[in-house]
């Protein structure tokens, strides 16, 4: 940003001197605007150029970076690690150091794992960026040099040729014409010719032509400030995976501390009250046992197992040409039921052809064409022109034509023309351009006039661009041959892609900077529906668009998509549906839809989207169309299928852990789980279930979302039953250590029964894990990939040993492992069941 105090413009609006007051850059002489900018058409010199770049920064929308120690220290923040730290800090307090040791790599290992993997896809999104990076020619001292656009300040003069992008805002002020591309800005999708004094705006691409120009604001003080103010102002909110799981983290927290306070409750009467006397011992007994239901309550898991799953699923999808900047929008996009679209370039082809010629004078379309072939201009990157070239069948015609003048298109006469000789020698002149243009020209009147106004009439209401094309004996007397009509027509996938999204429960919006009439007939084509509205028509110019009216937003909520469309409107809308309900997905390649991009739950940049965009969006994508936009779908609903299973079969453990310890110890006197073992469960228990991450899921044909009621529902009432299934195996183990006949056959000690309940819990959790990973059946298809299968294999054998040999834990008989495990298949089948029943129910409800 300008120091305080400068007098060197980098705005639109300048102090030129007291007399003039203030200067605007966009409308004011070149003579005024190299004064306000203490510039000249010579350019700058390097020193003065590298004094600029220091006071003003980059020509760059610069983000606010977070340091890379903030954000790892993010992943100590919230009510899963706020209860591992606490369990920390208590197992310290009480001196149990195996125990803290322990919490504390398991919370190292969250926090370290969800930040390498959210640096991965960092690194990703930077290398992509980088890829991109555009450049400038610039003139410093009197010399030209291609420098980084980054470094193009203003009053730097630039010289910008066909296919460059315009690395800054500009005012044009040498050369014929040049013919921009501001399409990523406006969403139109012709150029715009530009001529001496007129504006350039950044991220526009020359189409035609080569121009100097004076850079007249850069960065932020572009025509998209107000842009990049909207996208800074946008999608601030937490996102609906964080919600989530500070939800499920809260219930835990809720539930530990009503347990706690039970189980404290309970141990002080006992020690204070019943007790003949009372000691600090007391108090550490007490501790302990707390220690215990907070390491009980701790999915210490959870946030690795979810991060894990979500970067592998970034991976898949980018197997896909789907990169992700953030890994949370993976489970936002599965839950999308609105997406909006960009047209041009993302519906679209974003490439001209021609449709329909109207013949007057020619004596067929194949004439017409050749004429307007022969009024372009070889070789150019005009999309105009590349239509013509593309709709000529014969090519060897152009031939038999030797150029011997060519005036590129003129803003002001609207029309291109070219003078040539024939096989025979003979001069010639063909002339394209705007049809009212080329019928002037012509001095067409009375009904052939009549008829080529309809004509051109009949042409817009379809959508249609008009080109006149004429032919010149003599260069004074015209003949008006006809008109071609252009379009840009639809992307051969899109109409699959928009009926794949409406099977996958998506409603498709388009949202374009061109006219309704075009939008109209584009959506047709493609199959989204004829309830286009101008966005000028829908959202007043005085409108909060912050807060809509609910007549609007109704509008909205019905529309197909909207034309005329400017980037406050594109927010607008995209928070409209939002604060309806709705999660939105927005697809885009403008600067024109950053904000929107970033506002929208899963903001999609596509193939050859701007620099904008691309910061702007969570997915951007490698490949055109909208085709991986589905895929991507698909597979973010895969995901969000494994993270609920994993999700719904921790908190049932978790529950049964903490319910269990609580009760137990009520009732006997004493855990049925040590600190040590609870620690065990969370490592066997959790770690092979990162593999979950390559589970084979059932594809949802409906958007799925984070239904709190339903998963806490669902958790509590599986998570009940998991609790009757370890009581009674704990009441048959305390059975057995009083009855003399079983303790005759086998002796168990009350240390075995705790390695009983620690073997069925482990066991136990991953045999659940089988039974919530599918609503069907457990024997039902898709099977569990072998990645997970064999890893749960492998943890169950590496539990049977320690049990049987007394690895870290006191061992018991085979014979009562082989008891224990038979007791376990016979619940599984029960859970099953009750599963079945409890997804008819909530169906439902």
């Keep these: 940003m300008p120091k305080s105090g400068s007098k060197i413009q980098t705005a639109y609006i300048s102090e030129a001197s007291p007399e003039d007051g203030r200067v605007d850059l966009q409308k004011a002489a070149l003579s005024a605007v190299y004064s306000a900018l203490k510039t000249s058409p010579k350019g700058l010199s390097l020193t003065e150029a590298k004094v600029r770049l220091e006071q003003y920064g980059p020509n760059t929308i610069q983000e606010k970076e977070q340091s890379a120690l903030l954000k790892f220290l993010h992943f100590f923040w919230g009510p899963i690690p706020w209860m591992i730290e606490a369990a920390a800090l208590l197992s310290a307090l009480i001196g149990h150091w195996p125990d803290f040791a322990i919490i504390m790599a398991l919370l190292l290992y969250n926090a370290i794992a969800g930040f390498w993997q959210e640096h991965k896809a960092s690194n990703?999104?930077?290398?992509?960026?980088?890829?991109?990076?555009?450049?400038?020619?610039?003139?410093?001292?009197?010399?030209?040099?291609?420098?980084?656009?980054?470094?193009?300040?203003?009053?730097?003069?630039?010289?910008?040729?066909?296919?460059?992008?315009?690395?800054?805002?500009?005012?044009?002020?040498?050369?014929?014409?040049?013919?921009?591309?501001?399409?990523?800005?406006?969403?139109?999708?012709?150029?715009?010719?530009?001529?001496?004094?007129?504006?350039?705006?950044?991220?526009?691409?020359?189409?035609?032509?080569?121009?100097?120009?004076?850079?007249?604001?850069?960065?932020?003080?572009?025509?998209?400030?107000?842009?990049?103010?909207?996208?800074?102002?946008?999608?601030?909110?937490?996102?609906?995976?964080?919600?989530?799981?500070?939800?499920?983290?809260?219930?835990?927290?809720?539930?530990?501390?009503?347990?706690?306070?039970?189980?404290?409750?309970?141990?002080?009467?006992?020690?204070?009250?019943?007790?003949?006397?009372?000691?600090?011992?007391?108090?550490?007994?007490?501790?302990?046992t707390v220690l215990v239901l907070l390491i009980a309550s701790i999915p210490v898991a959870m946030p690795s197992v979810i991060t894990v799953t979500n970067a592998l699923g970034a991976l898949a999808l980018s197997r896909k040409k789907a990169i992700v900047s953030r890994l949370e929008s993976i489970e936002e996009l599965a839950g999308v039921d609105i997406l909006c679209s960009d047209k041009t370039g993302t519906l679209t082809k974003n490439q001209l052809s021609l449709h329909n010629p109207k013949l007057f004078k020619a004596g067929d379309s194949e004439e017409l064409i050749l004429a307007a072939a022969l009024a372009s201009e070889t070789g150019s990157s005009?999309?105009?022109?590349?239509?013509?070239?593309?709709?000529?069948?014969?090519?060897?015609?152009?031939?038999?034509?030797?150029?011997?003048?060519?005036?590129?298109?003129?803003?002001?006469?609207?029309?291109?023309?070219?003078?040539?000789?024939?096989?025979?020698?003979?001069?010639?002149?063909?002339?394209?351009?705007?049809?009212?243009?080329?019928?002037?020209?012509?001095?067409?009147?009375?009904?052939?006039?009549?008829?080529?106004?309809?004509?051109?009439?009949?042409?817009?209401?379809?959508?249609?661009r008009s080109l006149g094309v004429a032919r010149s004996n003599n260069s004074k007397e015209w003949s008006f041959l006809g008109i071609l009509s252009l379009e840009d027509p639809p992307r051969d996938d899109s109409k699959q892609t928009i009926s794949r999204a409406r099977e996958h429960g998506l409603q498709v919006k388009m949202i374009t900077g061109d006219d309704v009439a075009i939008g109209k007939e584009i959506a047709s084509q493609v199959g989204i529906g004829q309830n286009i509205f101008a966005a000028?028509?829908?959202?007043?110019?005085?409108?909060?668009?912050?807060?809509?009216?609910?007549?609007?937003?109704?509008?909205?909520?019905?529309?197909?998509?909207?034309?005329?469309?400017?980037p406050e409107h594109k927010y607008a809308i995209v928070k409209a549906l939002q604060g309806r309900g709705h999660q939105v997905a927005m697809t885009g390649d403008g600067v024109n839809d950053a904000p929107a991009l970033k506002q929208a739950d899963c903001g999609i940049a596509v193939s050859g989207a701007t620099d904008a965009a691309r910061a702007a969006a969570a997915i951007i994508l490698t490949a055109p169309g909208l085709s991986t936009v589905v895929d991507a779908i698909d597979e973010a609903r895969k995901i969000f299928e494994r993270i609920i299973n994993y999700v719904l079969f921790r908190v049932s453990m978790t529950l049964?852990?903490?319910?269990?310890?609580?009760?137990?110890?009520?009732?006997?006197?004493?855990?049925?789980?040590?600190?040590?073992?609870?620690?065990?469960?969370?490592?066997?228990?959790?770690?092979?279930?990162?593999?979950?991450?390559?589970?084979?899921?059932?594809?949802?044909?409906?958007?799925?979302?984070?239904?709190?009621?339903?998963?806490?529902?669902?958790?509590?009432?599986?998570?009940?039953?998991?609790?009757?299934q370890t009581m009674g195996l704990l009441l048959i183990g305390m059975e057995w250590l009083q009855n003399s006949q079983w303790q005759a056959w086998i002796s168990l000690t009350k240390e075995q029964i705790q390695t009983i309940i620690f073997l069925q819990i482990v066991a136990g959790g991953h045999l659940l894990l089988f039974v919530v990973r599918s609503r069907k059946s457990f024997f039902a298809k898709p099977l569990p990939a072998m990645k997970l299968f064999l890893a749960i294999v492998g943890t169950q054998i590496l539990t049977v040993l320690m049990c049987g040999f007394g690895w870290l834990v006191p061992a018991i008989p085979w014979s009562i492992i082989g008891l224990v495990w038979l007791y376990m298949i016979v619940w599984m089948f029960a859970l099953d069941l009750v599963k079945k029943l409890l997804y008819r129910r909530l169906e439902d409800i």
């Design 536 to 566: 000028g028509d829908v959202f007043s110019q005085s409108e909060n668009l912050e807060h809509l009216p609910k007549e609007v937003i109704d509008c909205v909520e019905r529309a197909d998509g909207f034309g005329r469309v400017f």
């Design 124 to 288: 990703a999104l930077a290398a992509l960026k980088a890829s991109m990076a555009p450049q400038a020619e610039v003139l410093r001292d009197s010399k030209y040099q291609t420098i980084a656009a980054a470094d193009v300040v203003p009053g730097d003069i630039l010289r910008i040729k066909l296919g460059q992008v315009v690395p800054a805002d500009v005012r044009f002020i040498d050369g014929k014409s040049i013919s921009i591309d501001q399409a990523a800005l406006t969403g139109e999708s012709l150029p715009v010719s530009k001529k001496v004094g007129d504006i350039g705006y950044s991220s526009s691409i020359a189409k035609r032509g080569e121009m100097i120009a004076v850079t007249i604001g850069t960065g932020r003080n572009t025509f998209f400030g107000r842009t990049a103010k909207l996208v800074a102002g946008a999608g601030l909110e937490a996102s609906h995976s964080q919600k989530a799981v500070t939800h499920i983290g809260d219930f835990l927290i809720v539930l530990c501390l009503i347990l706690a306070l039970l189980l404290v409750g309970t141990q002080l009467y006992r020690d204070i009250v019943t007790a003949p006397s009372w000691h600090w011992s007391d108090v550490i007994n007490i501790l302990r």
């Design 656 to 724: 049964d852990i903490m319910v269990v310890v609580v009760f137990a110890t009520i009732l006997f006197g004493f855990s049925p789980l040590t600190p040590v073992m609870i620690v065990l469960v969370a490592l066997l228990d959790d770690i092979p279930i990162m593999t979950i991450a390559y589970d084979n899921t059932l594809l949802p044909k409906e958007p799925v979302h984070w239904e709190m009621r339903d998963l806490l529902l669902g958790s509590t009432i599986i998570g009940l039953f998991s609790i009757t």
């Design 382 to 464: 005009d999309p105009i022109d590349q239509a013509i070239f593309a709709g000529l069948k014969d090519k060897e015609k152009l031939r038999h034509f030797h150029l011997k003048e060519f005036t590129p298109f003129d803003p002001v006469t609207k029309r291109a023309q070219a003078l040539v000789s024939d096989e025979k020698g003979s001069d010639l002149s063909f002339c394209k351009g705007a049809p009212q243009a080329i019928m002037a020209l012509c001095k067409l009147s009375g009904n052939s006039e009549e008829k080529a106004k309809v004509c051109v009439q009949e042409l817009a209401s379809h959508g249609l």
